[in-house]
């Protein structure tokens, strides 16, 4: 009998019942969900199952469990599946799992781990298991001029982390050749925002970086429409986290509220970012690389990443809408640069 075998004899007719619940992409495989059930106490049980979206390398679950005195209490599952990414599992699980026991001490507001299983050894795909945070994502533009500077001011607090062991160094993937440019985009400034990365990385001290920090990352809590702030429950996704310029996290995020919400809050971001007490490389070639390569990054990924967004819920962000959002945002940055300084 394999351990797959072995554990599907574990799976209950009520964890099944509760899965199918909520539909089929909600099912966990039954060798995972005999691991998750060896996590709980036990007078513990799995009693629902529901597929939580906006992810892209992961599928991730919410598992809802009794406790003894009669009460629920929820855990997140997140299972590496698709191939592509399989290669990647080991060295992410294993990364956030360290960085969430690291960060437990801090007052960032993340998940605690439960357990990982980075190799599938228990599993049938590589997971890990953490708390579940209150709070939701919020990609709606009602309530954005309050959400931005919370997330400048979170993001500042993530930089001034200091933990006990550096983690890797940042890499990037995309190179100028493997952008994308949309149909029917302005040529001239797209190949200026080409050229412009072609030139190595500037160089920089560096600080801890969450590596895609980003709306679709970050958790708030249901305030009345129309609130003058907004309050951050919570940051998840912590499997890329490594050392670079702070410019990285920044240019990412702002690239993310530029084709979500508009090409102007890029800037209003990173202004957000300073105003919090946040530092960008001072040179403002060296910050437009950054911004402009992390454009030029999404370019490759665009129906993806669209097609996250759409899930979680901005049906209006169609691969082609986000595309005509991209240009416009390539065009302003090569004709103004990151942001006014004053």
């Given at each position: 009998?394999?351990?797959?075998?072995?554990?599907?004899?574990?799976y209950t007719a009520?964890?099944?019942?509760?899965?199918?619940?909520?539909?089929?992409?909600?099912?966990?495989?039954?060798?995972?969900?005999?691991?998750?059930?060896?996590?709980?106490?036990?007078?513990?049980?799995?009693?629902?199952?529901?597929?939580?979206?906006?992810?892209?390398?992961?599928?991730?679950?919410?598992?809802?469990?009794?406790?003894?005195?009669?009460?629920?209490?929820?855990?997140?599952?997140?299972?590496?599946?698709?191939?592509?990414?399989?290669?990647?599992?080991?060295?992410?699980?294993?990364?956030?799992?360290?960085?969430?026991?690291?960060?437990?001490?801090?007052?960032?507001?993340?998940?605690?781990?439960?357990?990982?299983?980075?190799?599938?050894?228990?599993?049938?795909?590589?997971?890990?298991?953490?708390?579940?945070?209150?709070?939701?994502?919020?990609?709606?533009?009602?309530?954005?001029?309050?959400?931005?500077?919370?997330?400048?001011?979170?993001?500042?607090?993530?930089?001034?982390?200091?933990?006990?062991?550096?983690?890797?160094?940042?890499?990037?993937?995309?190179?100028?050749?493997?952008?994308?440019?949309?149909?029917?985009?302005?040529?001239?400034?797209?190949?200026?925002?080409i050229e412009a990365?072609?030139?190595?990385?500037?160089?920089?001290?560096?600080?801890?970086?969450?590596?895609?920090?980003?709306?679709?990352?970050?958790?708030?809590?249901?305030?009345?429409?129309g609130a003058a702030?907004?309050?951050?429950?919570?940051?998840?996704?912590?499997?890329?986290?490594?050392?670079?310029?702070?410019?990285?996290?920044?240019?990412?995020?702002?690239?993310?509220?530029?084709?979500?919400?508009?090409?102007?809050?890029?800037?209003?971001?990173?202004?957000?970012?300073?105003?919090?007490?946040?530092?960008?490389?001072?040179?403002?070639?060296?910050?437009?690389?950054?911004?402009?390569?992390?454009?030029?990054?999404?370019?490759?990924?665009?129906?993806?990443?669209?097609?996250?967004?759409?899930?979680?819920?901005?049906?209006?962000?169609?691969?082609?809408?986000?595309?005509?959002?991209?240009?416009?945002?390539?065009?302003?940055?090569?004709?103004?640069?990151?942001?006014?300084?004053?």
């Amino acid at each position: 009998m394999t351990k797959h075998d072995a554990a599907a004899e574990q799976y209950t007719a009520t964890e099944h019942v509760a899965a199918v619940e909520h539909g089929a992409a909600a099912i966990v495989r039954p060798s995972t969900l005999a691991w998750v059930r060896r996590q709980l106490a036990a007078d513990e049980q799995i009693i629902g199952i529901e597929a939580l979206h906006g992810g892209i390398t992961a599928e991730i679950r919410k598992l809802a469990i009794s406790t003894p005195d009669g009460g629920t209490r929820a855990l997140v599952l997140r299972s590496y599946v698709d191939p592509y990414y399989l290669a990647l599992a080991e060295e992410s699980l294993t990364g956030e799992a360290n960085t969430l026991t690291e960060l437990g001490a801090t007052d960032v507001p993340t998940p605690k781990l439960v357990a990982v299983d980075a190799t599938a050894e228990h599993c049938e795909y590589p997971s890990l298991l953490m708390t579940h945070l209150p709070g939701r994502t919020a990609l709606a533009d009602d309530g954005l001029e309050a959400r931005v500077p919370a997330l400048a001011r979170q993001l500042v607090a993530i930089h001034a982390l200091r933990p006990a062991e550096r983690p890797r160094q940042y890499v990037t993937l995309s190179t100028p050749d493997t952008a994308v440019v949309p149909q029917g985009a302005d040529e001239a400034s797209w190949a200026a925002a080409i050229e412009a990365i072609r030139r190595p990385a500037p160089s920089s001290e560096g600080c801890f970086l969450h590596r895609d920090f980003q709306p679709g990352n970050v958790l708030f809590a249901a305030l009345p429409s129309g609130a003058a702030s907004a309050q951050i429950t919570g940051v998840v996704d912590w499997a890329a986290t490594c050392w670079g310029p702070a410019d990285l996290d920044v240019a990412h995020c702002s690239t993310n509220l530029a084709l979500i919400h508009g090409p102007e809050w890029s800037q209003r971001f990173a202004t957000a970012y300073e105003e919090a007490g946040g530092t960008l490389t001072a040179a403002e070639d060296e910050r437009l690389y950054w911004f402009t390569r992390h454009a030029l990054a999404f370019s490759e990924e665009v129906d993806v990443i669209s097609g996250a967004w759409r899930k979680a819920g901005r049906a209006d962000l169609t691969t082609r809408a986000v595309e005509l959002r991209l240009d416009a945002y390539v065009r302003l940055l090569m004709r103004d640069g990151v942001m006014a300084r004053g």
